[in-house]
C-alpha cells in the first residue's frame, strides 16, 4: 500500500464546476504540499500545509491531522486548471502521491 | 529572482556516456531537492542537502548516480556510465528550510539515454 493514496487518479470537468481531489497518507508528518504539474512539465507548489485550512485565489486546500487527509477545492474551474495535482508529504522527506490528472473543458 | 534554474533542459546521450545536470538555487535558499519523474514511478526524491551539507541519499538508486553542493547556491548531479533507464525528467527544487519551507522546483531537465 502506497504511504500516499490520492484520488480520483484522473478527473474530467466542465468549465465552471467545483472540483475537489482527495489525499490520504498514512504517516505521520510535519507538512503537506499541494503540488501543480502542467503539460508543459514545470512543478508549482501551491500549499504547503500543516493544519487547518489555507486559500489562495480559487484554491483552497484543507488538512485533518487526526484523520491523515487533505483535499485540494478548485471553485469555478477553468479550462487553464486542466493539469496535473501531486499530493506530497513530509515526514522526514518528501514523499509523492501518484498525482491527480484533471481536465477541464470549456 | 530568476528562480531556480536547471541545465541543461534537454539531454539527448548514449548509454555509457556520462551525464552532467546542473542547479542553481534561490538567493537564500539553503536546503536543495534532486528529484527524478518517471511515468512508472512518478516523483523520486533523490538526495537532498540542508546548507550544503548530504543529508539524506538514500534515494539515489546506485553508484553510477552522485551529486555534490560545491556552493550554497550550485549543485551538480552525474550519472556515470549512463543506461537508458535512466531516461527520466530530474527536477531539482530548493527552500527556506527542509522540514516547513514551501517548495521552488527548476523547469527539470528531461534525459533520453539511447
Known amino acids: 500500500k502506497n504511504e500516499v493514496e490520492q484520488s480520483p487518479q484522473n478527473l474530467t470537468a466542465q468549465e465552471g464546476e467545483f472540483i475537489t481531489i482527495n489525499c490520504s497518507y498514512s504517516?505521520?508528518?510535519?507538512?503537506l504540499h499541494w503540488l501543480q504539474q502542467h503539460p508543459g512539465g514545470g512543478i508549482v507548489s501551491l500549499f504547503m500545509?500543516?493544519?487547518g485550512k489555507k486559500k489562495h485565489g480559487r484554491l483552497i486546500a484543507t488538512i485533518n491531522i487526526q484523520e491523515k487527509h487533505s483535499s485540494l477545492h478548485i471553485t469555478a474551474s477553468h479550462p487553464r486548471d486542466s493539469a496535473v495535482y501531486i499530493c506530497?508529504?513530509?515526514?522526514?522527506?518528501?514523499?509523492f502521491g501518484t498525482g491527480t490528472r484533471l481536465q477541464v473543458f470549456p | 529572482d530568476a528562480g531556480v534554474i536547471q541545465s541543461p533542459r534537454h539531454e539527448v546521450t548514449e548509454m555509457g556516456q556520462e551525464v552532467t545536470l546542473r542547479c542553481k538555487l534561490i538567493?537564500?535558499?539553503?536546503?536543495l531537492f534532486w528529484y527524478r519523474q518517471t511515468m512508472m514511478r512518478g516523483l523520486e526524491l533523490l538526495i537532498y542537502?540542508?546548507?550544503?551539507?548530504?543529508?539524506?541519499d538514500s534515494g539515489m538508486p546506485e553508484d553510477r548516480f552522485s551529486a555534490k553542493m560545491p556552493n550554497a547556491s550550485f549543485s551538480t548531479l552525474k550519472i556515470q556510465p549512463s543506461e537508458p533507464r535512466d531516461s527520466a525528467v530530474y527536477f531539482c527544487?530548493?527552500?527556506?528550510?527542509?522540514?516547513?519551507?514551501?517548495?521552488?522546483f527548476g523547469e527539470g531537465s528531461r534525459l533520453t539515454v539511447l
Open positions: 504517516v505521520g508528518i510535519s507538512a
Open positions: 500545509l500543516s493544519s
Open positions: 542537502f540542508n546548507n550544503n551539507v548530504p543529508i539524506d
Open positions: 538567493s537564500g535558499h539553503n536546503s
Open positions: 527544487a530548493s527552500s527556506t528550510d527542509r522540514a516547513v519551507g514551501e517548495l521552488f
Open positions: 506530497a508529504v513530509d515526514p522526514d522527506k518528501l514523499i
